[in-house]
């Protein structure tokens, strides 16, 4: 076997320290790295634009992640004060306090329902909350929406007392 010459040489060199199709994984790995980044800054700006009262907690302890400005005002503390709280912090106690987490764990599916939630201050209020789960920052967390239905709870109540 013959010897290499010198410009064989230094293209073998060339091919080892930067082989061909280096450029173009890193191409579309820059591009999906830039999507993702879209993806993700458009899913924090439509989460804090929603007027309904949004939760995103990290399912494996249920820390809260985010918290957009309508669930502030719900739920009473400043949004920077909500982030790392837990789902117990907001139960305002009872029974569903053992129902709650595996509820918010319901999987794809995802799962709606009617619970008694408290504020900062420690009012209990019904909500209506609906959970689903989702990927972000590549961890599986639950997006969870709440409504404030105290007022047509009492609404149904005072029905009932009427018609009794």
Same mark, same amino acid.
């Given at each position: 076997?013959?010897?290499l @010459?010198?410009?064989?040489l230094?293209?073998? %060199? &060339?091919?080892? &320290?930067?082989?061909?199709g280096? %450029?173009?994984? $890193?191409?579309?790995?820059?591009r999906? %790295?830039?999507f993702?980044?879209q @993806?993700e800054d458009? !899913?924090?700006q439509?989460?804090d634009m929603?007027p309904? &009262?949004l939760? /995103?907690?990290?399912q494996s302890? #249920? $820390?809260?992640?985010? !918290?957009?400005?309508?669930a502030?005002?719900? !739920?009473?503390?400043?949004?920077?004060? &909500?982030?790392?709280?837990?789902t117990f912090? !907001?139960l =305002?106690g009872?029974?569903? %306090?053992?129902?709650?987490?595996?509820? #918010?764990?319901?999987?794809?599916?995802?799962?709606?329902g009617?619970v008694?939630?408290? *504020?900062?201050?420690?009012?209990a209020f019904w909500?209506l909350i609906?959970?689903? =789960?989702v990927r972000?920052? *590549?961890?599986?967390?639950i997006? $969870?929406s709440?409504?404030d239905v $105290?007022? *047509?709870?009492? /609404?149904? *109540?005072d029905?009932?007392? @009427?018609?009794a």
């Amino acid at each position: 076997m013959g010897m290499l @010459s010198k410009q064989a040489l230094g293209r073998r %060199e &060339a091919l080892i &320290a930067d082989p061909p199709g280096r %450029e173009m994984r $890193t191409g579309r790995r820059r591009r999906a %790295e830039d999507f993702l980044r879209q @993806s993700e800054d458009a !899913f924090r700006q439509l989460f804090d634009m929603s007027p309904n &009262a949004l939760i /995103l907690w990290r399912q494996s302890d #249920l $820390t809260v992640l985010m !918290f957009n400005v309508a669930a502030a005002q719900l !739920f009473g503390p400043p949004r920077s004060d &909500a982030l790392a709280r837990q789902t117990f912090d !907001f139960l =305002s106690g009872g029974e569903q %306090e053992l129902r709650l987490p595996d509820f #918010l764990r319901g999987g794809d599916k995802g799962a709606d329902g009617m619970v008694q939630l408290k *504020n900062a201050a420690g009012d209990a209020f019904w909500a209506l909350i609906g959970g689903r =789960s989702v990927r972000f920052h *590549n961890e599986s967390c639950i997006l $969870t929406s709440v409504v404030d239905v $105290t007022a *047509n709870r009492k /609404l149904e *109540n005072d029905l009932r007392v @009427s018609e009794a």
